[in-house]
């Protein structure tokens, strides 16, 4: 029996993340599954881009450091990381970051269709 987009998104919404980063991956999952209809895949969740940091760096998702940073910190951090204006760390721009986390909610995404 094949999962629908309806079932997949309740199994995501019933899920009760605990940080920031999991409400950040959970988000992005539920708007990964807007755009779907059946096929759970990462070819058709990447919607044509070859890598989620692609995808990321592309326009595909948030484009804002301020506004991923916002989505994947919590308020401690966002603090330290002036809001977006800092990198999250030395090694990572907020977009390699929100590429990590787009990653994260395809796994769950299909985790969760299985």
């Given at each position: 029996m094949n999962t629908t987009n309806s079932e997949i998104t309740a199994r995501i919404q019933a899920t009760s993340p605990r940080s920031a980063w999991s409400r950040g991956v959970k988000l992005y999952a539920l708007e990964l599954l807007e755009s779907l209809e059946s096929d759970y895949t990462a070819a058709a969740l990447l919607n044509g881009a070859e890598n989620w940091k692609a995808f990321s760096y592309g326009g595909s998702a948030?484009?804002?450091?301020?506004?991923?940073?916002?989505?994947?910190?919590?308020?401690?951090?966002?603090?330290?990381?002036?809001?977006?204006?800092?990198?999250?760390?030395?090694?990572?721009?907020?977009?390699?970051?929100?590429?990590?986390?787009?990653?994260?909610?395809?796994h769950l995404i299909a985790k969760l269709s299985r």
């Open positions: 948030l484009i804002y450091d301020a506004d991923i940073a916002e989505r994947l910190s919590s308020p401690s951090e966002l603090k330290l990381k002036k809001g977006g204006d800092l990198p999250p760390s030395s090694r990572e721009s907020w977009l390699d970051c929100q590429s990590r986390a787009l990653n994260q909610a395809s």
